[in-house]
T-cell receptor
Framework: GAVVSQHPSRVICKSGTSVKIECRSL??????MFWYRQFPKQSLMLMAT?????????EQGVEKDKFLINHASLTLSTLTVTSAHPEDSSFYIC?????????????FGSGTRLTVV | GDSVTQMEGPVTLSEEAFLTINCTYT??????LFWYVQYPGEGLQLLLK?????DKGSNKGFEATYRKETTSFHLEKGSVQVSDSAVYFC???????????FGEGTQLTVNP
């Protein structure tokens, strides 16, 4: 089946530095990629939606200059957390969507645990 | 707007007990409905789905029926196992576009 490879699975960075998270669709082309953030014991919060070759659409309250999303190809999307601070520590999950006969399938990455110290 | 409401957890059951996790959705349009499962430290895995009213999704002993009259998509399993311990998310896909809206998630713990 479809697989989305998300890396790294865990990252610890110092406050003020930037961190890049990658999601690759291994055996299919992801027309749309979603980026979520998940706080402990809480649901997934959609941060942004990106389509290949176009700018990402950010949800209200999400700083687009802080969370940079690039979807340069149908198999790769990246999320860069710029100038990270401890409050950015969270679990980040990507999800790829493909449209087939009007029904969308979704494949999730395994998530990235970001800890900012 | 579109929303999904799940029963609050956590839910703790003994092995072989019957499981129900309630899920209701707002009745705008004709959404597709999903149940996802998340094991500790991992992303989400699709458990089952239903795309129209009266459809029943099933997988690994779990079932859920799309009930338009009650706007519900409750998850059930007749006999849970310890390995079913995870967080379960109900979700709907908006009728226009590809965006998913998730419920709050329900933590299930199954004790031997």
């Amino acid at each position: 089946g479809a697989v989305v490879s998300q890396h790294p699975s865990r990252v610890i960075c110092k406050s003020g530095t930037s961190v890049k998270i990658e999601c690759r669709s291994l055996d299919f082309q992801a027309t749309t990629m979603f980026w979520y953030r998940q706080f402990p014991k809480q649901s997934l919060m959609l941060m942004a939606t990106s389509n290949e070759g176009s700018k990402a659409t950010y949800e209200q309250g999400v700083e687009k200059d802080k969370f940079l999303i690039n979807h340069a190809s149908l198999t790769l999307s990246t999320l860069t957390v710029t100038s990270a601070h401890p409050e950015d520590s969270s679990f980040y999950i990507c999800s790829a969507a493909t449209g087939t006969d009007g029904f969308y399938g979704y494949t999730f990455g395994s998530g990235t645990r970001l800890t900012v110290v | 707007g579109d929303s999904v409401t799940q029963m609050e957890g956590p839910v703790t059951l003994s092995e072989e007990a019957f499981l129900t996790i309630n899920c209701t959705y707002t009745a705008t349009g004709y959404p597709s409905l999903f149940w996802y499962v998340q094991y500790p430290g991992e992303g989400l895995q699709l458990l089952l789905k239903a795309t129209k009213a009266d459809d029943k999704g099933s997988n690994k002993g779990f079932e859920a029926t799309y009930r338009k009259e009650t706007t519900s998509f409750h998850l059930e399993k007749g006999s849970v196992q310890v390995s079913d311990s995870a967080v379960y998310f109900c979700a709907r896909k908006e009728t226009s576009g590809s965006r998913l809206t998730f419920g709050e998630g329900t933590q299930l713990t199954v004790n031997p």
